[in-house]
């Protein structure tokens, strides 16, 4: 068993991956909640995104922050044509289906990625990552910081967000019950874009932290993210807080099996793993399974 | 016989069903009440859709909250559904002989024996080999009411089996239905808004409003109880659409 | 099994009956069925060269996978995102059956679907109590962790130990004694595949395969003709491991040597794909999935084509049927060729009748 001494890094690596992981849950939990949706698509518009920025780069020689910001809104932009363009027409459909559909975008997507960019492996640093300081011996880089801030940040202000702006409670609405709010006067073709694109601006900025933390590889990224739909899961897809606590521990639990060497090989089934037991776990209870006929 | 005794059943904040206590000797037993008495919910504990806070139901001897809900329908307990829930993409035969198959009741006869005496009880004019999803709305009634009376039914819930149906079908129904008790020795609970069609077929009859018994009795007499009417006099105009409880696929 | 054949005779008050037997449509169904398949074991591999034989064993073995995942979905509305999972599960355990035993080969088979069978019903059964939505996550998530496990794990090659990996051998998986050579492996494919398809086939006509009907449509419906729901799901998952298993079997012997990198994730996503382009409520569905699946990136490749076009088209192949054509090419092929053959017929009558409209 590894001392203390080695498990300290990768703390500092959990906890920055949990941040990432905890704010895709969280871009897929709002999406969820006001359209019904769970974008399995996330991670592989994010990763997209990723390698738009890097040919940006390393490609055309674009300034950094711009490739970032294009990375981003890419995110943005391509998660709001898909749901406006098949949102409605899915509207009435089984969440199955819905979810099924994205995955339609994800095989896009995933087969534009390793056609465009499968020539050589890539990586993407952020300039955050060259520069940090240290905690007693640990080197914490910007990077990490700003992935834990970031997840955490953003939880704070879509609960927030959800809670008191006018926005917000539409969207809440809408989660309930999707024909009393548009009876009520609510622009519900509206509020369903703005939480596409702000989902979508989400799968962008975690692409690009998780290319740095992870790597640049597609279907890494894009599966990856799926299992932060793990964290998502385990709060059953309603509260952002447990989302955020849910997604801190899939990234420990992933970093600090790492110095742990009869399992680090495995380490990567941590997401999946906890996913699948914390499902199972909710299932016991009841809380998931169809209500019995009735409701 | 179905004793059922302070039957409770809650969903978080609402009780659909607030301590029924009500006994269907024999025959064919009216079950009404205004939209949103529980109906539908007290169907849906019978068939063991739905598991009550607290009560007994005992059927027979039997104590029905003991079965899983598929155990019941294997024991015989049976019904049809407010929407119609004939499976469309199998023949008229395989719908009906589906309980045979798997509650290994082979009633009096072979199979399909069974089935076609059924059919041919219920008026069913139609080939076995039938897809239902070729079969127009009446039929496809029949369809569920053969269903549920195949084989050796002991307790047969009818929950608005004449919904939608024109006047002179809904005759035709009333008359199977009533015909059933005699037919099968099945207990019959029917539950419908059509009061012609529940004076036409039950001698007794149970009325419930916002989840409570009311009334329960000859059907002639209940109907005349002035609670009943007020029930359904207070509430008629107001149609607070489905019930609680409903089962909606 | 089922309804139409029972020993008696049906006597019915109003003289009608049951029928038995296959009606005629069905006999001329089935006799252009067998043609179909004396045509691929007879002549295909003598009209084609080896390379498309073994694209072609390919599309067989991959069919019956695809036909696990169309029963599922089709006929019993469960949705698995992790069947190639569940196939490189297969062709591990077949690999590890065909050099740790000496087993014949139709029972190295067998026993890789029976064991495939029990993971993969050990997976289902709790996993049966979740809904549609959460029970297909949780498949993704496991196909995941057995990518991740078997990346390590490495398939066996005659190795060492337990996992029996050693990464200088070169030994292949054995095959058939009777089917050495490729065209004879492809017929040996074949057969094996007819075999699934016609297990798939009496389950659907059969008493399963009602009970499954019922419970697609409504569970409440199935659950009060007395079907044990749990049960036929769970009965769903463990045939469609099997059969997956089988499937792992045949492509481990066919491929030879085997690698965790064959099985990527997300072709678990691209098998779906396909099979719901092929259509999910026929069986014929999981052919035209084999079809999608092996054989169109063969062809891409013969000409020059990137097969990640393929993958591009695919995802817009799922959209474009849950949004418009539920039933896939499988129905809407014969639809379109029906109605192709009215119009022609039609402009045939025209001159001579006018009475066509």
């Known amino acids: 068993m590894p001392s203390w001494q080695d498990f300290q890094p990768f703390i500092v690596t959990g906890l920055a991956l949990g941040g990432v992981f905890s704010l895709s849950g969280v871009g897929m939990v709002v999406l969820y909640r006001a359209t019904g949706v769970l974008n399995l698509a996330f991670g592989a518009v994010g990763a997209m995104g990723a390698f738009i920025a890097w040919s940006l780069i390393n490609d055309q020689g674009w300034p950094q922050g711009i490739a970032y910001l294009a990375c981003v809104l890419f995110g943005g932009v391509v998660t709001l044509a898909y749901g406006m363009a098949f949102g409605p027409p899915l509207a009435g459909r089984d969440p199955l289906v819905k979810a099924v559909a994205t995955l339609g975008l994800a095989l896009i997507l995933l087969g534009a990625m390793s056609w465009i960019w499968s020539d050589k492996a890539r990586s993407m640093v952020l300039p955050t990552t060259e ?7 640990v080197l914490v880089n910007y990077t990490q910081v700003i ?3 970031l997840g955490i940040a953003v939880t704070v202000f879509t609960a927030a967000f959800l809670r008191f702006s006018k926005l917000g409670t539409a969207m809440r609405a809408l989660a309930d019950d999707r024909e009393i709010t548009a009876a009520l006067g609510v622009p519900v073709r509206r509020v369903e874009a703005a939480a596409w694109l702000g989902s979508g601006l989400l799968s962008g900025a975690a692409g690009l932290l998780f290319s740095n933390l992870v790597g640049l590889d597609a279907a890494t990224l894009t599966f990856l993210v799926i299992s932060s739909v793990a964290a998502a899961l385990i709060a059953r897809l309603r509260s952002l807080f447990v989302t955020l606590a849910a997604g801190m521990f899939i990234g420990l639990v992933n970093a600090l099996a790492t110095p742990i060497l009869s399992i680090s090989q495995y380490r990567d089934m941590a997401p999946f793993v906890i996913a699948t037991i914390a499902l199972l776990f909710l299932s016991r209870h009841g809380t998931l399974s169809t209500a019995k006929g009735a409701r | 016989m179905i004793t059922i005794t302070d039957l409770t059943v809650r969903f978080g904040g609402v009780t659909p069903l607030d301590g029924v206590t009500v006994t269907f000797e024999s025959g064919t037993c009216g079950l009404i009440g205004p939209n949103g008495a529980g109906k539908t919910t007290f169907f849906n504990v019978l068939s063991g859709f739905v598991t009550p806070a607290s009560g007994s139901i005992e ?30 993409e199998l023949t008229v035969a395989n719908n009906v002989g589906m309980v045979l198959d798997h509650a290994h009741d082979s009633g009096g006869g072979s199979r399909n024996e069974e089935i076609v005496r059924a059919m041919d009880f219920v008026g069913l004019d139609v080939a076995p080999e039938a897809k239902v999803q070729t079969l127009g709305a009446r039929q496809r009634r029949l369809v569920e009411v053969a269903r549920a009376i195949v084989g050796q039914p002991k307790v047969v819930l009818l929950d608005e089996p004449a919904a939608g149906l024109p006047d002179e079908e809904t005759a035709h129904l009333g008359r199977v239905i009533q015909s059933i008790p005699q037919h099968t020795g099945a207990l019959v609970i029917l539950v419908d808004h059509d009061m012609s069609l529940v004076s036409a077929c039950c001698e007794t009859t149970s009325v419930l409003d916002f989840g409570r018994l009311i009334a329960s009795g000859p059907t002639a007499h209940v109907l005349r109880d002035p609670d009943v009417m007020r029930a359904y006099l207070g509430t008629e105009e107001v149609d607070v659409g489905d019930e609680q409880g409903e089962v909606v696929r | 099994m089922g309804a139409v054949d029972t020993q008696t005779t049906p006597v019915t008050p109003a003289g009608r009956r049951i029928a038995r037997g296959l009606q005629r449509p069905e006999q001329v169904h089935l006799a252009i069925v067998v043609a179909l398949i004396l045509f691929v074991l007879v002549a295909l591999p003598q009209i084609l060269s080896v390379y498309w034989v073994t694209v072609c064993t390919a599309v067989a073995y991959i069919s019956v996978v695809a036909l696990g995942l169309n029963l599922l979905m089709g006929r019993v509305g469960l949705v698995s995102l992790g069947q190639i999972a569940v196939l490189a599960m297969g062709a591990w355990i077949a690999s590890k059956l065909s050099f740790s035993t000496s087993l014949p080969f139709p029972l190295v088979l067998l026993a890789t679907g029976l064991l495939t069978m029990v993971l993969g019903t050990l997976v289902g059964l709790p996993a049966l109590r979740l809904s549609g939505l959460y029970l297909a996550l949780i498949t993704l998530m496991l196909a995941g962790a057995i990518t991740v496990a078997l990346r390590t794990m490495q398939f066996p090659n005659g190795g060492p130990g337990f996992l029996g990996n050693d990464p200088d051998s070169s030994e292949a998986v054995r095959r058939p004694s009777i089917a050495i050579s490729d065209p004879a492996f492809f017929r040996y494919t074949v057969v094996v595949c007819v075999i699934m398809f016609a ?5 659907v006509r059969g008493k399963a395969g009602h009970a499954w009907a019922a419970i697609r449509q409504s569970e409440p419906a199935a659950l009060a003709a007395g079907v044990n729901i749990t049960v036929y799901k769970l009965w769903a998952f463990a045939l469609a491991s099997f059969m997956t298993g089988v499937a792992g079997g045949l492509l481990a012997a066919d491929v030879g040597r085997l690698y965790a990198i064959s099985f990527p994730t997300s072709n678990s996503i691209v098998l779906l794909a396909v099979v719901l382009m092929g259509g999910i ?18 062809l891409l490749n013969d000409w020059g084509l990137p097969a990640d076009l393929l993958t591009i088209l695919f995802g817009v192949g799922v959209i474009q049927v849950l949004l418009t054509a539920p039933g896939g090419l499988a129905q809407q092929f014969p639809r379109d060729m029906r109605r192709l053959g009215g119009r022609i017929a039609s402009l045939f009558k025209r001159p001579a009748g006018g009475t066509s409209t």
Do not use: C, M
């Open chain 1, 147 to 149: 992935g834990l801030a």
């Open chain 3, 281 to 298: 409520y026929s069986l014929w569905g999981a052919i035209v999935a084999g079809v999608f699946y092996s054989l169109l990136p063969a």
């Open chain 3, 199 to 203: 297990l798939a086939l009496w389950h």
């Open chain 1, 131 to 137: 520069h940090g300081f240290n905690v007693g011996e």
């Open chain 2, 59 to 88: 059927a027979f001897g039997e104590d029905l909250l003991a079965k899983t809900h598929f155990r019941r329908a294997r024991w015989g307990l049976r019904r049809t559904f407010q929407t119609e829930q004939a499976i469309e």
